[in-house]
């Protein structure tokens, strides 16, 4: 497991890394937390010349309160995420489905920035993202764009961020009071989801008034269960209303059939473990 | 539990003492000689270049730019090395007319599976030599390739075509022709006009050792003895095969296990990477290293179980059980390993459990194939027929609508049976059942969870219960030479030890056994102390240097302790005797007059004494020897069993079935083990926690696949779904105890119990609850989707081939790979697409 030799670069600023991206073009590749890239470089699936590590760029990391929306930046830990009380306060969803990942080593290293880049339709965070609603805001050579979440992932492991280009923080809606569940659905402790959902729901005297649903795994890219959303709307959150509204969890989606699953047994697990984190974020 | 080390200094015999292991300090930290640890001067590094195919002619192999490539020194082929390179071998053919196709370390003309060794490219970095492996050219020309053993056996398409059959092997045991039973199909055909005949066919699934170190060799050729120091289970076997091959002197060579961590019986084979690594070492004239990377130990080192069993069950109406008779196909793989066909001939003598059938039949096939070969792995044999026939006594009990427990109990040896001779040939020395049985399940709370069981059932919950029973016994204890010989096995089943009494007191206990990960040196210090009184502190345990343990036949089938560890008592008596008369002498006593207790010789009724280490002493200056007497209290001894030992229990396991999703939680484990006497109980805990995790991991998630090119697609851990702590509960063990009459100290073996115990309670609960919806099996590994796919088809389908291969998590292709069309990740990526 010897990656090909390459050569290393640790920029201290924004600024400064993408002037070493520039130059190097299509044989540099970012490294973040390393906990996707480096077993691609090991497995030798890729073989870049420059590895340019964003690790020092102070800038990039941190959780700040923008009024409306909290700021993630690209190089936030899960740890930090973990940590951080405003995200717990407005942004449950992305706690729970954070405390899934992996093991603490992995989430001690792996960032935010870095797995929404990765894009791997198992990886948790992508569907809690998307949906919550959250800005991407990408900076190139000419400078800083954002774009919506259900614009960001493009395809398998493929997203708006192009070459030459960072993702240097997400911007998140603050959903203050609303409760919020991952389910998660894996055959062993440290593995990708074979189907997870999260779910985040406002619920007023009994009843669901918003609800928002991402579904991880169930297309080459991260979804969201938009049907349900609506379905969800004003019904009371119990275990037949919630069932229901849940049943065209998996319509639309496009599922892989692999080791852990076909497409059908993933369309079956989706309107199960829709309904289940559904009515654990309700609180019912 | 809280761990506490008793110390030494309490009263009392060190057997029985949960010592903390002495060697784990430097086992836990790795500073210590894993062989990858192992730097040498002039030193330099192979990496293999492995067949992405899995039968291919080779064409041609190009060589010219690896060798042009920064630090190369030389690639090596196999046609460089043909007269060299020796050749891996099996120790046990089954049968005379046994079908053994040869395996050269490196392939000349043909591969016969994927990850097979094709060139070693050695440089002076483990980089270089990497980076040069992918410059070697190979022109394969591809053929048909076959892969599940059962086609196999029809010999469609053939795994190595110039030997005309897939077929290795045929073995044969039957009671009626061996004269220890009836005739099986008489009674068959009895039962089937008057009785109960249950017939099944389960598949025990292929499962990779994944032992925690990556395999690792260097060679030093430098000397005058050739060094090989590798990670293997097997040292002494290693050294003679080596001669034996490759033509080399034996005593030119020396083979060294240093610190080894883990094989459950994937080190327990001579390898080809060890053929390759000596082959190019001696090629260079210099010293190499190799070490695997954890994806080519998962697709070259040997894999485990692989079977599909039949089974004819016969009984009487109330449920006695009269006949069994067993139709296996065992696959092989590409190559017979060193055990090779023995493995599943092991189960031949365990199909038949602890029940009193009247007549028993065991017929084996076993089959060549383009995978991976298939060899020992933690039980070897045993496993996959304590598997059955625990499953199928499920079947008849839920035939008759009794209780699986007291099926058992109807059919099962009494204790005071014992010996008992079984029907497959075998005396079983000894054994509780009863006591077991009474103790499992009384820490299980089995009514209790019965009870929970029912209401679950009555309140249709989504979640279900469901109570898995194993009440297993095994042989163990590899074995009586003269057994071996009949069964046409290569090498004997003795062990050997040597005990040195140092001058200042201390103590060398030498063995034969190989230990990699056990704690031989605990256990043994133990032994030896109580044996000669000294502080277990003063012991010191050597082994796995063919230097310096120059007798012995290593480690596997539980065997270390019921067979080494006499060895090292008998040993310790001989250095006991000696001393006596040197004792005798120096207190002008007669050595009949002589008492020996707690490391001092006493004069009968007097107070005159002197301490055996003071006698090593006195044997080192020899200033005052009796007249002739030969100075020396050093002792040798070599143990040969007479017979194995058979070890029990009763295994009882709840499992939660989430009907709605296919999973599956445990909720309770209990195992009560009979392994005779114990020698220190905190190492039978941890050998019984990892076995059961094993047998679990079995039961539900480990898996080997190949894709349809024969290609591994559970070729990393991120897809081989191995458990961690965080997937297993609390286990609650116990033990009752009915001491071995084979062995001087009364010992079992313990290293597989777990393992072989565990796999048929779990997939028996999981099916228990899941009986009333008409469902009588769920394919191992019981996985959510095969579970969920049982009970929508509500028996009709126990949940067949896993689809798909894996899927891909990282993203970019593959540039460096010059795979068969669509490799693995290839064909997971069009799953994800469709
Ligand atoms: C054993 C194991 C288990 C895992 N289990 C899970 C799991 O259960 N759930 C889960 O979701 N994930 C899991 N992961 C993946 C983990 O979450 C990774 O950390 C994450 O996918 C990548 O984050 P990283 O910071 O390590 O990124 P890196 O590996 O450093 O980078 C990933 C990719 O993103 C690019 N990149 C990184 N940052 C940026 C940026 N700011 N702008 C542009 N491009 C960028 C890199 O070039 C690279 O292509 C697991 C990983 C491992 C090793």
Request: aromatic share 6%; hydrophobic share 40%; proline share 5%.
């Amino acid at each position: 497991m010897i990656p090909v030799q390459f050569d290393y670069a640790a920029p201290t600023t924004l600024q400064e890394a993408l002037g070493v991206l520039a130059e190097a073009g299509e044989d540099a590749k970012v490294i973040a937390g390393g906990q996707s890239l480096l077993p691609i470089l090991r497995m030798r699936l890729n073989a870049p010349e420059k590895v340019v590590d964003l690790g020092r760029i102070e800038e990039l990391r941190g959780i700040t309160d923008e009024g409306s929306h909290l700021v993630i930046g690209a190089m936030t830990t899960y740890a930090d995420v973990l940590a951080s009380s405003a995200v717990r306060d407005h942004a449950a969803l992305l706690v729970e489905a954070v405390k899934t990942v992996a093991d603490p080593q992995i989430r001690h290293r792996g960032t935010v920035g870095g797995a929404l880049v990765h894009a791997d339709p198992a990886g948790d965070v992508g569907a809690p993202a998307l949906a919550l609603g959250a800005e991407f805001v990408i900076t190139g050579p000419g400078g800083e764009r954002t774009v919506p979440a259900d614009e960001f992932f493009r395809d398998l492991f493929e997203t708006a961020v192009g070459e030459g280009e960072l993702l240097t923080r997400i911007r998140v809606p603050k959903h203050t009071g609303w409760g919020a569940h991952y389910e998660k659905f894996v055959r062993v402790a440290h593995q990708w989801s074979i189907v997870a959902v999260g779910a985040t729901v406002r619920v007023d005297g009994g009843s669901i008034a918003e609800a928002r649903v991402g579904l991880t795994n169930m297309g080459s890219t991260p979804l969201r269960a938009t049907a349900v959303e609506q379905a969800l709307v004003g019904r009371p959150a119990t275990e037949e209303a919630v069932r229901e509204a849940c049943a065209a969890a998996a319509e639309g989606t496009d599922p892989p059939s692999d080791l852990n699953g076909s497409a059908d047994y993933r369309r079956h697990l989706a309107t199960v473990l829709t309904r289940r984190a559904v009515l654990a974020a309700a609180g019912a | 539990m809280t761990v506490t080390d008793e110390r030494s200094t309490a009263a009392g015999p060190e057997v029985g003492r949960s010592r903390l292991r002495k060697e784990d300090q430097r086992l836990i930290t790795g500073r210590t000689r894993w062989t990858d640890n192992i730097v040498l001067p002039g030193m330099l590094h192979a990496a293999m270049v492995r067949s992405p195919f899995a039968h291919a002619n080779i064409r041609s192999i190009e060589t010219e730019v690896a060798e042009q490539a920064p630090g190369v020194i030389t690639v090596v082929t196999g046609a460089d090395v043909k007269d060299t390179q020796g050749a891996v071998a099996t120790a046990w053919p089954i049968t005379t007319d046994q079908k053994t196709p040869d395996h050269l370390p490196i392939a000349i003309e043909r591969v016969a599976c994927a990850g097979e060794i094709v060139a070693v490219v050695v440089a002076r970095t483990a980089a270089e030599a990497r980076d040069a492996a992918e410059l070697v050219d190979v022109d394969y020309e591809e053929l048909p390739a076959i892969l599940d053993g059962r086609e196999a056996a029809e010999d469609a398409v053939l795994a190595h075509p110039s030997l005309g059959t897939n077929t290795s092997a045929v073995w044969r045991l039957d009671s009626a022709e061996s004269g220890t039973g009836g005739n099986v199909e008489e009674e068959i055909a009895k039962a089937r006009t008057d009785g109960i005949v249950i017939e099944r066919e389960y598949r025990q699934q292929r499962l990779i050792p994944s032992f925690m170190e990556p395999r690792s060799t260097v060679v030093d050729p430098t000397g005058e003895q050739v060094t090989v120091w590798t990670s293997t289970q097997v040292p002494h076997l290693l050294r003679f095969l080596i001669a034996a091959t490759t033509g080399m002197s034996e005593s030119k060579i020396r083979v060294i296990a240093p610190d080894v961590g883990g094989g459950f019986g994937g080190k327990l084979q001579t390898t080809a990477e060890e053929f390759a690594t000596l082959a190019a070492a001696r090629r260079v004239g210099k010293p190499v290293k190799y070490t695997e990377t954890r994806s080519e130990s998962l697709v070259s080192g040997h894999h485990g179980r692989d079977q599909y069993q039949r089974l004819t069950l016969a009984a009487s109406k109330d449920g006695t059980v009269t006949a069994l008779k067993v139709d296996l196909i065992a696959n092989l793989g590409a190559y017979v390993g060193l055990v090779g066909g023995g493995t599943p001939v092991l189960g031949a003598w365990m199909f038949n459990g602890i029940y009193k059938f009247k007549a028993y039949q065991f017929n084996l096939r076993t089959v060549l194939t383009n995978t991976t070969w298939v060899d020992a792995y933690r039980g070897a044999g045993r496993p996959e027929a304590t598997f059955a026939i625990e499953r199928i006594m499920d079947e008849l009990a839920a035939e008759l609508g009794a209780d699986p427990l007291e099926i058992r109990e109807r059919n099962w040896i009494t204790h005071e049976e014992f010996p008992f001779a079984s029907v497959a040939g075998m005396t079983y020395d000894s054994g509780n059942y009863e006591a077991a049985t009474a103790r499992a399940k009384e820490l299980f709370d089995y009514d209790g969870l019965r009870r929970e069981q029912q209401e679950r059932r009555d309140r249709k919950d989504p979640v279900q219960l469901g109570i898995g029973v194993s009440t297993f016994t095994e042989m163990c204890g590899l074995a009586p030479s003269r057994v071996l010989g009949s069964l046409n096995y290569g090498a004997g089943g003795w062990e050997h030890a040597s005990i040195r009494m140092l001058p200042t007191g201390k103590v060398e206990v030498i063995t034969g056994t190989s230990p990699h990960g056990q704690g031989h040196e605990t256990a043994w210090s133990q032994i030896a102390a109580d044996r000669l009184g000294v502080p277990f502190e003063d012991i010191e345990v050597l082994h796995g240097d063919t230097q310096i343990a120059p007798r012995g036949l290593d480690t596997y089938g539980s065997r270390s302790l019921v067979v080494g560890g006499e060895a090292v008592v008998r040993a310790a008596d001989k250095v006991v005797e000696k001393a006596k008369l040197v004792a005798a002498h120096l207190l002008e006593a007669n050595a009949e007059d002589l008492d020996f207790s707690g490391g001092r010789f006493t004069v009968k009724g007097t107070d005159q004494g002197i301490g055996i280490t003071e006698v090593a002493a006195a044997q080192f200056t020899s200033h005052n020897l009796a007249e002739g007497m030969e100075s020396g209290i050093d002792a040798d001894a070599t143990f040969d069993p007479v017979t194995f030992s058979f070890p029990h229990g009763t295994h009882l396991c709840a499992m939660e079935v989430d009907t709605e999703t296919g999973g599956t939680r445990m909720r309770r484990y209990v195992a009560v083990d009979d392994i005779g006497q114990v020698v220190n109980p905190l190492i039978v805990q941890g050998q019984v926690h990892g076995g059961l995790v094993q047998g679990i991991a079995q039961a539900l998630w480990e898996e080997a696949v190949f894709d349809e090119q024969g290609t591994l697609v559970t070729g990393s851990f991120v897809d081989y779904t191995l458990p961690t702590a965080a997937d297993t509960i609390s286990f609650l063990t116990d033990n009752t105890t009915s001491p071995s009459t084979t062995n001087t100290l009364g010992t079992k073996g313990v290293g597989e119990a777990g393992c072989i115990a565990s796999t048929p309670a779990v997939v028996n609960a999981i099916v228990d609850a899941l009986r009333p919806l008409g469902i009588d099996d769920v394919r191992m590994p019981c996985t959510p989707e095969r579970v969920w796919t049982a009970i929508q088809s509500a028996g009709a389908s126990a949940g067949g081939e896993v689809s798909g291969g894996a899927q891909p998590h990282f993203d970019e292709d593959a540039p460096n790979q010059d795979g068969p069309e669509p490799g693995a990740a290839e064909a997971g990526q069009k799953g994800a697409d469709q």
